[in-house]
């Protein structure tokens, strides 16, 4: 097995520790740089292996980017497609909905898409919901096209 990011070859040890922190095959240098950005940014481990997924289909990514008010989890910047990982579902207020509705709404103004994905999503059908997402990243090239 090697690193996802550098084809580092992994050792047993790194491997299974990987696969139990992040379910990714990273190496030990790549897997902190991860955690780090989870930690910082409160980015969900659930948009990194969104990441990898959507880099084995060919399509670059952008993990916490900045979009000059907050910070998103996922952004395929090309298309203007913002990602969120919803974490903490059935727990969520009338406030937090409206929160998400009018963040949505004000990203839409700014020619953004922002979609939500429930982190089980991710955890049950990780592969369904990338091709999902590849599908609205080809929806929306084409509609700029159009444009
Ligand atoms: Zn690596």
Redesign the pocket.
């Known amino acids: 097995m ?7 070859e ?1 050792s047993y040890l790194d491997h299974r520790e990987a696969l139990e922190l992040l379910n990714l095959e ?6 902190n740089r991860m955690v780090k950005l989870m930690r910082t940014h409160e980015v969900p481990v659930e948009a990194i292996q969104l990441y990898y997924g959507l880099k084995k289909m060919g399509i670059r990514a952008m993990l916490a980017w900045w979009d000059g008010k907050k910070t998103v989890h996922l952004a395929v910047s090309r298309v203007k497609l913002n990602i969120e990982i919803d974490t903490g579902h059935g727990a969520m207020t009338h406030d937090q909905a409206m929160n998400d509705l009018e963040e949505t709404m004000h990203s839409f103004k700014n020619g953004f898409t922002t979609i939500r994905i429930p982190d089980f999503l991710v955890h049950k059908y990780l592969q369904e919901t990338l091709v999902n997402i590849e599908g609205i990243i080809e929806g929306l090239r084409s509609n700029i096209k159009v444009v």
């Open positions: 090697t690193c996802l990011e550098c084809q580092k992994l990273l190496c030990p240098a790549h897997r």
